[in-house]
């Protein structure tokens, strides 16, 4: 059997699970397409990679992609031997069957290379490391003098002034030469161990468990556990367990919750989840009616959406600021009579103030305003920050938030909420028949990364139906916010 080549991305999917390799390398398809969410990621991380690059006018892009190795290979090399670019995009080497292509590859001044990896994040983490310490192998590898490795991130403490972006300050590298020599060996053994394992005749036997989301959520997850008959109410669902207490659990072969012995220490909302598991009923602790009666009429409903840009869009942020866009507000006057507002920035400039004036005029200086979390609370301070000669209004609307999470967290749970308290497992239960399947748009994430496709989109109608779609899911959750509280009040003591 030919065995594949290790590209970088491959050798971290080995470093995780040899099994991952397996699958990357001949069963790819047993992995979904990226969703929305994923797709954003990628995006936003070619943006990131692009604007990386314009740090160095001038650089050598070797633009042959996968299908071309042996011409990126070969340019590579001629580039590199006429001494004509001081910085190479995209380099392709390849050592001992493992290819790789570096972000950014520059001469230095006092002679030898200097290999960057730009990563779409805000801060150096510990699993870049692997990342650079690969390439280094190979680069060295292939006969190349690379005496410095670094990690390339975006820097949290730059601020766009709305004009230009300043690259320098944008971008910062983050050393991790002596980390990444340090793994040599390492990388050595393990890249013999994944290509022996690939040129095995069957894929190695790995049972899933924790691995398959450290460091990253491995996509062949479903595939693998197709067959794993999950317990009915896992000792998963426990909110909140610690590490060391599911060990304990684990050790005494408990898997179900109901399993659980009395005597076995739990928090308290622990407690309460092991007790409707076991009763198979929904607990109600204290009068859920009358802490609703503290909401002033008339009561309104209120839900932001953000997202937040990798690269700073607007005058005064920073690279992943979170800017809400869009919200939602449903008023209640009488319980027959409810009310729609909401408003969606559309245009490429800055939401806030837009969010700001047409929010103020939503929930008017009366009545309280529901929320499902704090978020709406920190959006509020944030707005307030951002748009300071509307400070004081937006302080009041902050002073009448009823925030309807810890109501449900404190005094009532089902089984079915299956140890979570999003308002995506509560309201099919409390609301039967009301969900968001039928939606386009059903969660935050694909809401945020649906927005930021629609701003980089040129197609006026498909802008269009993305736009309704987030709209859509907006209403529900206000909506869903609205039904949710009459469930409540209609729950007896
Ligand atoms: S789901 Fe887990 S066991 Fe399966 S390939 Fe991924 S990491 Fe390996």
Redesign the pocket.
Known sequence: MRVPTLSKSRYLSGD????????DSYERDLAPPPDASLQAVFDTGHEVGRLACERHPGGHYVAHDYRHVRDALEETRRVIEAGTASVLFEPAFRHEGVLVRVDILERLPGGGWRLGEVKSTAELKSVHVPDVAVQLWVLRGAGLDVREAAVVTLNSDYVYDGVRLDLDALFQNHSVTDEAEALQETVYARVREMLDMLGGPVAPA????E???TPYD????????RDVVWPDHGIGELPFLHASRRSRLEEEGIEEIRDIPSEFPLTSLQTIVRQAVQEQRAIVRGDIASELARLAPPAHYLDFETFKPAIPRYAGTHPFQTIPFQFSVHTERAEASLEHTDYLHEYDDDPRPYVVERLIGAVGTEGSICTYSHYERTMLNALAVAVPDRAEELTAISGRLFDLLPVIRKRYYHPEFRGSFSIKNVLPVLVPGMGYGDLEVSDGRTASAQYMQALRSTDRRERQQTFDDLRAYCERDTLAMVRLRQALGAIPA
């Open positions: 995780q699970c040899h099994l991952r390799l397996w699958y790995i049972a899933p468990g691995h398959c989301f491995c996509p062949y997850y479903a595939h693998c556990t």
